[in-house]
């Protein structure tokens, strides 16, 4: 990683309101040195085939596509493309797989190989947190302390439940469904793909997965792990692709569920398309989440769960806290502490173990995130944007929030899915709700008080599927997280999210 | 039905049987010395005097409307030939727009559904149960002018009342079943607790017309949720019969509202309205279920589709009714919150 | 607003004894303080502590750590043979390399104040000598102002004094508030150091609303314990009185000093009080002038690291004098 830093990004982009209140300086007293996690050990094949029926197979399309670090934006590996013909072999091993022995074996012995693929993501973290950075973007940090623990967690979990599910249901007899076709995005590549595929084995389910095509790796290193923990051939295979090979993953007829965790847009096309097919579907999409700061909230904590709810990931979370709220009487006093924190921000080098914020996952979605706040700052609104220092390669965005957004504005209202926060007001409860639910998502929201009895009455009032009292993103796999509205449907983790994944009578 | 004493205004069943063979021997014979008075009083009509017919209405916002597009389509008297409506009755054909006014009664009355305690909500839709019992009578005459024999009948308003019973106690047991704690790793106290969905559109079965309405419109109310529901075309006179139940229960105006009309012409008007959060269709006809599957993408809807059981499944215990049909339509909601001091 | 505030609301409810000009109340005094979620701020104090500080990092660091510590000994068996060691050691922390410290103070009782006044003098090496009956506080507010003003006398720079916990849990604010405004006069030119034990006060919502109090009746730093009670100072409890520090600066411009104390035994642990420093209030505050260590063990490691960093190799213990 010899990225070289050569322009200091902008800082005050727009005109701010003159502060002339005393002022910190966040500067170079004593700044950190580079931290880089060592690569040395992880090793990315210079190709990668198909996972289907226990065995990698060339892609029948004769197609490959390079994956490559938004970070440096070298290529790391080139992955095979899955065309319909490859779809369709995989769907046909998960078939056999299904009725020759997943769905014959005991669920207790289901458990173990769970339990098996959980113990060797822990084994194996360290590589995979590594690989998740360098093919994502994402911070070090968070790939190390969240995203593969938490995978690890979701296998173990759901392993558990595996021969437990007669008590899932209030005795409600129940039977898998067969194939799962479950197409994953790109913001959480190794956890989504636990997410999905966990409790679909657990409940007696085989798979067909197909990763997003910016971030690969981490799939084909799970299929790596399900190869070492001898799980049944066909049990679980990974197509790899774009988007034509998720539609003929989405469509292929001898899928009986499918799961897709995406945008609104592409979930919308997936339901009109299975309308009619008898498929089951869950639909986890994208949200527009307030994160509400009362005045007697925990201030300084709640700068905090702003922070991490907006640049936590670049942004890239689907139930980032996107929109803050905040009582008028504190909105001076939170804009001034919120811009301190974001001086303090690191962005860089995923790989560094002091990097705060990394890299946007691909150049198209750093297009639009600019495009995004082009359009806030033609709206009139003022912009604050981190005052880091920008890397010469590969997709950057500095952290960003935005001031005077009015509620029909553009920025308050579509997702941005990048770290770019917008800052509305609110006077009363009432109001906050009201704003808090104007929006066509409901996937998660935020409340900061210190008040219990408020923390209740808004949580019953927000139109949301997780609410986060006095925090903001946090996630376990006992914990049942899924939208209302149009963020989707259906639940993953928890009891609750079991029932995706069976048929009940 | 055993208690003859607190049947609805006309005369008990058997002694009406008689008496309006008797009028209809004589209005079949126009040209008879009786024939012209025959003819004023017309079907129904009981001690010399005319009967006053009922003009069946949709039941939107709690007041029984006609269609606002002024159509209407008809049904046949009483084949039976037990009842106080004329040969043919006109029933209004709900439009679009009716549809539209049906899903604004459903919005507005769900924030004062939802907020009422379950208590309350099992209370009323017990009083909707006693309702019922006392116009069972007229429940079953309505289930025979549509076709259905004495005993079925019988048996589908019977086992209806009790299928209110049911989802009456159920009201405040949902939680207890399906909401969790979870035992997250860290130190905060997490919970998911079921909410309602909002406005559900339901396409009730043609038949049973009356146990089809209940149990796929009770469930929704139970998960306090509000309704619009499309009621069976085929004997739309119940429905309304039912609806005066409901209007007579403390059940609030607007959260159940009841459509009659096409199917294929409101079932997807319902399916594309935007404040529609969920869809229950029961229908045979494959292609509407996957319209109405396909037209509910817009929003994201939570479309259910079913081909209805067979009679017998819907009178069934087991397979016509449980926590599972108030599960479809609740939404779980994940609350976390740090402990500490 | 009386109710919340107890007994007064430390606009001199009572008198200090001296009579004499308070020290101007700082405006958010008369209102509740902002409360501190337990949770959060123990998560925010651990993600801070997983900076990786390495190389030029580590050893600016720790030099810069040496220079902030107020070398401790407050024990009963303390003599003036063990202070003047101590203070040889402040002095020059490591003998093979002069560059390396000096320490900014030595922290004693009263009666070595004269021992440790001669030893280190013309160094630069700041002597601070403990107050206020120190370790409980517990006892008449003359018998401490008088335990103020001996110090002083015989030539303390800084004291480091102690609230009175009792009445903070008592929610007798304006007795805390008049005695540290009081110990403040008394202190004339010393710098005053104000010893909240936080340890004792339950709760990171006391602890907040003591660093307010203090900061608001003249308390030149805040401190976090005496070393005496356990927990002493740990990384979020720091962090609770670094936000009180920042809000009084974002208020009024005025930088108040913070100092834990107690438990900080490893050069890890001290370059993470550095980054929670750092982070929270800037550059400005990364000067032994506003933020100390108190500790005793805790040289010798920071002494180990810098070797080890110099040397590329692991240090024994045996080979750094124990004073």
């Not at chain 1, 097919?277 to 700061?293: C, D, F, P, Q, W």
Request: hydrophobic letters at 40%; glycine letters at 10%.
């Amino acid at each position: 990683m010899s990225n070289e830093i050569i322009k200091p990004a902008k800082s005050m982009t727009s005109a701010a309101a003159k502060d002339t209140s005393p002022a910190l300086d966040f500067g170079h007293a004593w700044d950190y040195a580079p931290a880089p996690e060592a690569t040395d050990h992880v090793k990315i094949q210079p190709r990668y085939e198909l996972f289907i029926g226990g065995k990698w197979r060339a892609p029948k399309s004769g197609k490959y596509f390079q994956t490559i670090s938004p970070s440096t934006e070298q290529v790391l590996s080139e992955v095979a493309e899955g065309n319909a013909a490859d779809v369709d072999l995989a769907v046909r091993a998960a078939r056999q797989a299904y009725d020759k022995v997943w769905s014959k074996m005991k669920p207790a012995e289901r458990a173990k190989y769970i339990f098996r693929i959980s113990r060797a993501i822990q084994e194996k973290a360290r590589e995979l947190a590594i690989v998740e950075s360098m093919d994502g973007g994402k911070p070090i940090k968070e790939s190390r302390d969240v995203d593969v623990p938490l995978a690890a967690a979701h296998f173990f979990y759901h392993a558990g439940w595996a021969d437990k599910l007669d008590y899932a249901f209030h005795g409600r007899r129940h039977r898998a469904l067969g194939v799962a076709g479950q197409i994953i995005p790109w913001n959480f590549p190794l956890l989504m793909a636990a997410w999905k595929i966990a409790p679909a084995l657990a409940c007696g389910n085989t798979v067909v997965l197909k990763p997003a095509e910016t971030t690969p790796l981490t799939a084909l290193l799970l299929a790596q792990i399900f190869e070492e923990a001898e799980l049944p051939a066909g049990v679980v295979n990974i197509v790899t692709g774009a988007g034509e090979t998720g539609a003929a993953v989405a469509g292929h007829p001898d899928v009986n569920k499918v799961a897709f965790t995406g945008s609104t847009g592409v979930g919308k096309r997936i339901q009109r398309a299975l309308a009619g097919s008898n498929k089951r579907l869950t639909l986890e999409l994208g949200g527009k989440a307030a994160n509400i700061v009362f005045a007697d909230a925990p201030l300084d904590q709640a700068i905090e769960g702003i922070v991490n709810g907006i640049y936590f990931n670049q942004g890239h979370v689907c139930c980032a806290g996107s929109r803050l709220l905040v009582e008028e009487s504190v909105h001076d006093i939170v804009v001034k502490k919120l811009r301190d924190r974001l001086q303090t921000l690191r962005l860089g080098d995923p790989l560094d173990k002091n990097t705060d914020v990394g890299a946007i996952n691909s150049k198209m979605q750093l297009d639009k995130i600019k495009q995004l706040v082009e359009a806030g700052e033609h709206e009139g609104a003022q912009r604050y944007s981190a005052p880091c220092a920008i890397p010469q390669k590969g997709y950057w965005f500095p952290p960003t929030f935005f001031t005077g957004v009015s509620q029909s504005s553009r920025i308050a209202r579509e997702e941005i899915f990048g770290p770019v926060l917008t800052v509305l007001t609110f006077r009363t409860p009432d109001e906050a709700i009201e704003k808090a639910n104007n929006t066509m998502y409901g996937l998660s929201a935020g409340i900061w008080t210190d008040k219990g009895a408020k923390i209740f009455w808004m949580a019953t009032r927000l139109q949301a599927g997780v609410v986060w009292g006095n925090t903001y993103n946090k996630f376990d796999p006992s914990s049942p997280f899924g939208g209302y509205k149009e963020s989707g449907f259906g639940r993953e983790g928890g009891r609750q999210g079991l029932s995706a994944y069976v048929e009940l009578e | 039905m055993a208690s003859k004493k607190h049947a609805p205004p006309p005369a008990p069943a058997a002694t009406q049987t008689v008496e309006t063979r008797a009028h209809e021997d004589l209005v079949s014979d126009t040209y008879s010395d009786n024939g012209a008075l025959a003819r004023v009083l017309g079907r129904g009509a009981e001690q010399g005097r005319v009967t006053v017919n009922k003009a069946y209405k949709m039941y939107v916002g709690g007041a029984f409307v006609r269609s606002e597009s002024g159509r209407y389509f008809q049904v046949k008297g009483g084949e039976g030939g037990v009842g106080v409506d004329p040969d043919t009755v006109n029933v209004p054909r709900g439009s679009r727009k009716d549809a539209r006014d049906a899903v604004l009664a459903a919005k507005n009355a769900h924030a004062g559904w939802a907020s009422r305690t379950a208590f309350n909500r099992g209370q009323i839709l017990y009083r909707l149960a006693e309702v019922m019992e006392s116009r069972k009578e007229e429940l079953r005459l309505s289930l025979v002018r549509s076709g259905e024999s004495d005993a079925a009948a019988t048996e589908e308003v019977l086992r209806a009342i009790d299928r209110v019973v049911y989802y009456a106690g159920f009201c405040d047991k949902v939680h207890a079943l399906v909401a969790s704690h979870n035992p997250v790793a860290g130190p905060h106290f997490g919970f998911s607790i079921p909410e309602p969905m909002g406005v559900v559109a339901v396409l009730a079965p043609e038949r049973p017309a009356l146990l089809g309405l209940v149990s796929t419109l009770l469930p929704v109310l139970t998960g306090a949720n509000t309704a619009v529901v499309v009621a069976s075309d085929a004997d739309p006179r119940t429905a309304v019969v039912f609806c005066e139940c409901l209007a007579t229960s403390d059940l609030p105006g607007g959260v159940a509202n009841v459509l009659l009309g096409h199917a294929k012409e409101l079932a997807p008007a319902l399916a594309k309205h935007r404040e529609v959060i969920a869809v229950d269709a029961w229908t045979d006809d494959a292609d509407l279920r996957a319209t109405l599957e396909k037209e509910g993408a817009d929003n994201v809807k939570r479309v259910k589709t079913h081909a209805p059981l067979k009679t017998a499944g819907w009178l069934d215990e087991r397979s016509g009714q449980g926590l599972g049909w108030i599960e479809r339509f609740l939404e779980t909601k994940t609350v976390w919150h740090p402990v500490g001091v | 607003m009386s109710s919340i505030l107890g007994n007064g609301n430390g606009h001199g409810a009572r008198s200090s004894g001296n009579g004499g000009p308070r020290a101007p109340v700082y405006p958010l005094f008369t209102s509740p303080p902002p409360p501190v979620d337990q949770v959060a701020v123990e998560e925010r104090a651990a993600s801070l502590a997983k900076r990786s500080i390495k190389k030029a990092t580590k050893v600016a660091g720790l030099r810069l750590a040496i220079r902030m510590m107020d070398l401790t000994t407050l024990e009963g068996k303390d003599t003036a043979g063990k202070v003047r060691a101590l203070c040889n050691k402040a002095m020059l922390p490591l003998d093979k390399d002069p560059s390396i410290g000096p320490c900014a103070a030595i922290c004693v009782y009263p009666n070595l104040v004269p021992t440790a006044k001669q030893a280190l003098a013309g160094s630069g090496v700041k002597v601070a000598s403990v107050a206020t009956a120190f370790p409980s506080g517990q006892s008449p507010l003359s018998v401490k102002l008088e335990d103020t003003r001996r110090a002083v006398d015989l030539g303390a720079d800084e004291i480091d004094m102690v609230i009175d916990r009792g009445a903070m849990l008592a929610g007798d604010y304006a007795k805390v508030y008049d005695e540290i405004a009081a110990t403040k006069e008394a202190s004339g030119a010393a710098h005053l150091k104000v010893i909240l034990e936080t340890g004792e006060l339950g709760s990171y919502d006391v602890v907040r609303r003591a660093s307010e109090i203090a900061i608001a009746a003249g308390g030149d730093f805040i401190k976090t314990s005496t070393g005496k009670i356990q927990p002493a100072a740990t990384p979020p409890v720091t962090l609770v009185m670094l936000e009180a520090i920042r809000d009084h600066f974002y208020a009024t411009g005025r930088k108040i000093g913070m100092k834990p104390a107690g438990g900080v035994r490893t050069a890890k642990q001290a370059l993470h009080y550095l980054v929670l420093v750092k982070e929270t209030l800037g550059d400005a505050w990364l000067t032994p002038d506003l933020f100390r260590f108190g500790a005793s063990a805790l040289l010798n490691d920071v002494l180990m690291q810098l070797e080890k960093e110099r040397t590329g190799n692991y240090q024994a213990g045996e080979d750094f004098s124990k004073d």
